[in-house]
């Protein structure tokens, strides 16, 4: 068999094995902070405090925040857009439950459209309070394809995985503020 009927096989190969992926996905990491989780709670459930820890505020200066909706918990909105690689799309907190969970209707716009869902849950654990973060989502045909060629749970965790840890260390260095 020759290269040119190996890489029309290969190809075909790859586009019917996305079709078998799953057509959802979900993304999940934790942290124990030592705090409780209303003094968490606060650095989440208001968008303006996201500026100090959140992984991608920092990936694109010229990225322009729009706040808009209540100052804090449900229906607070958050609009974005950059020019770099932040894109641009839109958070709004759908439920916020205190000191125990929140989610995040999560659309992005650019460089490509998905609407996902964000939490964040809050478990007391002694000192300690357990925070997980996860997004979820459809996985549309597209996703399903670059997912074989990009590990998307290893991508975005590596970045929920830096948010948490930054979050942990600011409440953890300032425990008796309730905002940076």
Same mark, same amino acid.
């Given at each position: +068999?020759?290269?040119? +009927?190996?890489?029309?096989?290969?190809?075909?190969?790859?586009?019917?094995?996305?079709?078998?992926?799953?057509?959802?996905?979900?993304?999940?990491?934790?942290?124990?902070?030592?705090?409780?989780?209303?003094?968490?709670?606060?650095?989440?459930?208001?968008?303006?405090? #996201?500026?100090?820890?959140?992984? #991608?505020?920092?990936?694109? *200066?010229? +990225?322009?925040?729009?706040?808009?909706?209540?100052?804090?918990?449900?229906?607070?909105?958050?609009? #974005?857009?950059?020019?770099?690689?932040?894109?641009?799309?839109? +958070?709004?907190?759908?439920?916020?439950?205190?000191?125990?969970?929140?989610?995040?209707?999560?659309?992005?716009?650019?460089?490509?459209?998905?609407?996902?869902?964000?939490?964040?849950?809050?478990?007391? $654990?002694?000192?300690?309070?357990?925070?997980?973060?996860?997004?979820?989502?459809?996985?549309?045909?597209?996703?399903?394809?670059?997912?074989?060629?990009?590990?998307?749970?290893?991508?975005?965790?590596?970045?929920?995985?830096?948010?948490?840890?930054?979050?942990?260390?600011?409440? $953890?260095?300032? *425990?008796?503020?309730?905002?940076?």
């Amino acid at each position: +068999m020759t290269i040119f +009927m190996l890489l029309p096989i290969s190809v075909i190969a790859i586009l019917a094995f996305a079709v078998t992926r799953p057509n959802a996905f979900r993304i999940e990491r934790s942290i124990l902070i030592q705090a409780p989780p209303d003094k968490i709670f606060y650095f989440i459930n208001d968008f303006h405090q #996201w500026q100090a820890w959140s992984p #991608w505020e920092k990936i694109d *200066p010229t +990225m322009q925040r729009i706040y808009s909706g209540t100052p804090q918990g449900i229906g607070t909105i958050y609009d #974005w857009e950059g020019k770099g690689k932040s894109g641009a799309g839109r +958070m709004e907190i759908t439920e916020s439950r205190i000191s125990s969970e929140i989610f995040i209707q999560l659309d992005f716009i650019k460089p490509f459209k998905a609407h996902n869902i964000a939490e964040f849950r809050l478990i007391p $654990e002694g000192q300690y309070t357990e925070l997980t973060w996860s997004m979820h989502g459809p996985s549309p045909y597209i996703s399903k394809l670059m997912g074989i060629f990009l590990n998307i749970d290893r991508t975005i965790g590596k970045d929920f995985e830096k948010g948490l840890n930054r979050l942990k260390q600011i409440i $953890e260095t300032h *425990p008796s503020s309730n905002h940076i």
